[in-house]
T-cell receptor, first 116, second 113 residues
Framework: DAGVIQSPRHEVTEMGQEVTLRCKPISGHNSLFWYRQTMMRGLELLIYFNNNVPIDDSGMPEDRFSAKMPNASFSTLKIQPSEPRDSAVYFC??????????????FGQGTRLTVV | GDSVTQMEGPVTLSEEAFLTINCTYTATGYPSLFWYVQYPGEGLQLLLK?????DKGSNKGFEATYRKETTSFHLEKGSVQVSDSAVYFC????????????FGKGTTLSVSS
């Protein structure tokens, strides 16, 4: 099993540019999560999907952020326009959508975004 | 809403010392509790979990017991190694399928030889 695959691993972009982060969840997993990690705020949940449908996007910081999941094997997180304060490590995670709690989430290796 | 509070780090220990990282939570109902570990430059990995009160999760010498009466899930290890140096996250999720994990801010552990 290849695990959750994120691309790119590192992204450096100029302020104002559009940034797209990509995620391929583990095959068969029905839940997908986007998290952002910074020193100041720790690990924040941005949005999550169940069966490709966005369930909770209350963590998305502002309208510059958008996420899509067009099918069960692919998701994107887009920032347009990007700002220096968006610099962070962005993690994608997936989880089997089984009944009850106790199901762990499997994380990708993250995308380190630097906006200059 | 649900939340997790971890002790602030960094925690600095010598090899073979005893480790405790405190974690308390606030949640409705009966959440499941988790400890994740993040090694430098990597994503988070599940270390252990417990799904109901009084359960003990254990892995790689680490243990944590789900204490409902004190709403705690403290992480312990009897003898740490240099290779345990990492960031440790306490987390919970609710008792519905497909709910998101809520994480604490993480505690950095540094072990020296």
């Amino acid at each position: 099993d290849a695990g959750v695959i994120q691309s790119p691993r590192h992204e450096v972009t100029e302020m104002g540019q559009e940034v797209t982060l990509r995620c391929k969840p583990i095959s068969g997993h029905n839940s997908l999560f986007w998290y952002r990690q910074t020193m100041m705020r720790g690990l924040e949940l941005l949005i999550y999907f169940n069966n490709n449908v966005p369930i909770d996007d209350s963590g998305m910081p502002e309208d510059r952020f958008s996420a899509k999941m067009p099918n069960a094997s692919f998701s994107t997180l887009k920032i347009q326009p990007s700002e220096p304060r968006d610099s962070a490590v962005y993690f994608c995670a997936s989880s089997p959508n089984v009944g009850g709690s106790g199901t762990e989430a499997f994380f990708g290796q993250g995308t380190r975004l630097t906006v200059v | 809403g649900d939340s997790v509070t971890q002790m602030e780090g960094p925690v600095t220990l010598s090899e073979e010392a005893f480790l405790t990282i405190n974690c308390t939570y606030t949640a409705t109902g009966y959440p499941s509790l988790f400890w994740y570990v993040q090694y430098p430059g990597e994503g988070l990995q599940l270390l252990l979990k417990a799904t109901k009160a009084d359960d003990k999760g254990s892995n790689k010498g680490f243990e944590a017991t789900y204490r409902k009466e004190t709403t705690s899930f403290h992480l312990e290890k009897g003898s740490v190694q240099v290779s345990d140096s990492a960031v440790y996250f306490c987390a919970l999720n609710g008792n519905q399928a497909g709910t998101a994990l809520i994480f604490g801010k993480g505690t950095t552990l540094s072990v020296s030889s």
